[in-house]
């Protein structure tokens, strides 16, 4: 493996200070794809600029939503009793990433930032209305989630610059989310495709009667039954992985759901409208008429989820 400088600067200003003094740099903060393309020499920097101690990307905090530090980890994440209770679709995608030992060191902010179609945290992010707080030598900027991806490893930053957050949208009352991932194997595998939703909603009948009707029920009675719970949906969200160059919200759907009251024909349509929205190709991991017809069926399941986690049944 090709030799290189290991620095650890603590704070944002000393970290840009360095890349502007030293030559052939690279950012790194768990390292876990870094040192892999180092090895495969995809990739041969002099420097690496360690991210691991500035205090500032390593927070978890309120602030309406919900606030992220970039160099959090998986790990963190998926002990933190907010997002487990509030941000489901991101604790359900940390929960499938990875081993323990990789979610021991790697960041949200490396799983995004490495622009994958396949980044298990991205789906959810999204659905949450994600925006990305980025610095840089001219100070801070903010970009939302969609902006953010240009393509496969491409992202919408500067060289020097740094990722500093990821901040969730506030929930409101009946919220809800869900994220799926379908893969070949149970342990440690990437998705061959994956879904997240979220809705918000209104309910139109007694919330007790609701619950009563679909405490004990699988996601396959929830569709026969839902449509005499009177949910009315007031925000829709969802977003595809391996569904296209990028991960991918599928607008169309979202808005075809608003407005709505649930049933079982709009859940099926607003999940044909995903499936024809997105733009999936043949892989080793899947063909692309295949993914079409997953997106389908995890478009329905994260939508009823949603809708079961927002009346707080599971």
């Known amino acids: 493996m090709k ?8 704070t944002l200003d000393e970290a840009l200070n360095l890349f502007a003094s030293l030559k052939n740099c690279k950012y790194v903060a768990g390292g876990t794809d870094v040192f892999v393309d180092i090895k495969r020499k995809k990739i041969a920097p002099d420097n690496l600029i360690s991210l691991r101690n500035i205090e500032a990307l390593k927070i ?8 992220i530090g970039s160099c959090v980890t998986h790990e963190e994440i998926l002990k933190n009793e907010d997002i487990k209770r509030h ?4 604790h359900d995608a940390v929960k499938r990433l990875g081993s323990k030992q990789i979610r021991n060191v790697a960041t949200i902010g490396g799983n995004i930032c490495n622009a994958a179609p396949s980044a298990d ?13 980025i610095y840089g030598k001219k100070g801070e900027r903010k970009l939302s989630l969609d902006e953010f991806f240009l393509g496969p490893g491409m992202v919408s930053k500067e060289e020097d610059e740094i990722v500093t957050f990821f901040e969730l949208c506030y929930l409101p009352k009946y919220s809800g989310s869900a994220y799926i991932k379908l893969t070949r194997r149970e342990a440690m595998d990437l998705a061959i495709v994956s879904v997240a939703s979220r809705l918000t909603f209104d309910l139109e009948e007694d919330i007790l009667k609701v619950k009563e009707t679909i405490a004990n029920s699988d996601l396959k009675d929830m569709e026969e039954k839902i449509a005499n719970l009177g949910i009315k949906v007031k925000q ?37 409208i995903a499936s024809s929205v997105a733009r999936p190709r043949d892989t080793i991991r899947g063909e692309a008429e295949y993914r079409r017809e997953m997106i389908k069926v995890l478009t329905r399941r994260t939508l ?3 809708v079961k986690r927002g009346l707080g049944l599971e």
């Open 236 to 272: 829709a969200r969802i977003a595809m992985g391996v569904a296209a160059p990028t991960p991918l919200r599928a607008k169309e759907a979202e808005t075809y759901l608003l407005g709505k009251v649930l049933d079982r024909d709009k859940i099926y349509e607003a999940s044909e």
């Open 3 to 10: 030799k290189f400088d290991y620095h650890l600067p603590k």
């Open 121 to 133: 945290t991205a789906c959810p992010l999204l659905v949450f209305d994600c925006v990305v707080g």
């Open 87 to 90: 941000y489901t679709a991101l």
């Open 60 to 67: 978890i905090e309120k602030n309406g939503g919900i606030r």
């Open 304 to 306: 009823l989820l949603s």
